[in-house]
DNA sequence: CGAGTACTGTAATATACATTACGTTTTTTG
DNA sequence: CAAAAAACGTAATGTATATTACAGTACTCG
């Protein structure tokens, strides 16, 4: 009889011995690769198994059921995509701050992986969508744009920007580069790559223009 | 034997009798409902039948199959939406004219039935995918962006703005006043409604003290 | 009115998969 | 080493649902 009551699908059985992690973390990487190209309720746990190796029974005594697995591999991606964002300098130079975290963010959330994951997050359907779709949030874009609002704050609170609101303009900064070429990726539609530079460039001017305490 | 193997599922099998266009109506009503609450592939045209009325046979006759009835429905969803969408004053003043097209725009897309659509669309993951999406695109954000793109056009061609690229400009405004609240209700996230009009509020201001001319 | 067509209802077909069960083999560990 | 636990492989179970078939009823239009 499984442990298919609790809400909480375990992983913490038993101990983990160093076979066992291996293997843990080989269906973690197929059930990655199947769930960001064909989504939750798209993909066939079968289909895992065949690219990871190993056995459907082992898949269900450590990640518990399908939402179990997609959980893991949400947490697991969103925190990878994540640490891709290291942003070193937060410097006094609101221009070229902007400018350097603009990029590093544009090249990470056109990045396939960060597509898949953003469109996967959003088709979820099953009765637990609320708490996948807060994990990828908070894990995700909410950690992002705290990173930003933090750094608009100190700006602020120097003198050297002049914001109403740090949290929505950080959202703000954030969508304006991403616009107008997201909505087109996410869809799988083309885009000239160009223009993601291009966006950045005059987003940051946009956005500097409007928020600058200096005119 | 049925018109599987053709991509364009038929709508036009024989003439249209009043009670014909009637039936076509209400299977297109509750599928639109029942699509729009489960997405493509969860969706079960048994239901939509229960909530019609009529038989399943009807609907095959109509539509051809599930994926020709989905087609409609974004097809007729978007265009109902995009017709929400009515700015009457396309005024010189790009104060009020911004003002006025973004709140009829957040009032849009903050709406439940467009918050589905959009996150529908990005669900799909049939084989036609790339065909629905696009047509889900061009009818629906593309035509939205086209409206302010011409209208900046026109600004800019009368020295009244200054912007490099009419359409990332128009793409990055639209952007701008739905983040940081559209993520969020994408994701079937809570959010305080009241942030809208501060996004918009703040969102006008950064774009006009951005792309003026007049400083 | 009556033939042809549209519509209805129900049942049959076929498939795809999550989830379990169970017997065997391998690994861990006391 | 030997018992316990983990891992394996395969088959069984059960469900959900797209799609088709068919037989009967209601419309429509010449």
Redo the contacts with the bound molecule.
């Keep these: 009889?499984?442990m298919?009551g609790t809400s909480v699908p375990c992983k913490a059985?038993?101990?983990l011995?160093?076979?066992?992690l291996e293997?843990q973390r080989l269906i973690l990487r197929a059930a990655q690769g199947v769930f960001l190209e064909q989504g939750f309720e798209?993909?066939?746990?079968?289909d895992i198994i065949t690219r990871a190796?190993?056995?459907?029974?082992?898949l269900?005594?450590?990640f518990g059921?399908?939402l179990g697995l997609f959980e893991a591999v949400i947490k697991e991606t969103t925190c990878e995509l994540f640490e891709r964002l290291e942003v070193e300098q937060w410097s006094e130079d609101s221009g070229t701050t902007l400018h350097d975290f603009g990029r590093k963010l544009v090249e990470l959330v056109s990045s396939p992986e960060a597509l898949s994951m953003y469109r996967v997050a959003l088709a979820v359907n099953s009765p637990d969508r609320e708490q996948v779709q807060r994990i990828f949030y908070e894990q995700g874009p909410a950690r992002i744009r705290g990173l930003l609002q933090r750094y608009l704050e100190s700006q602020c609170r120097k003198g050297l920007l002049d914001l109403d609101d740090c949290e929505i303009a950080a959202g703000q900064f954030i969508d304006m580069i991403k616009a107008p070429w997201h909505q087109q990726a996410l869809l799988g539609l083309p885009h000239d790559p160009q223009i993601r530079q291009r966006a950045l460039e005059q987003g940051v001017k946009l956005f500097l223009d409007g928020a600058r305490t200096v005119r």
């Design positions: 009889m499984g298919r059985g038993g101990k011995t160093a076979r066992g293997r798209q993909a066939c746990l079968a190796g190993g056995s459907l029974s082992t269900y005594r450590i059921n399908k």
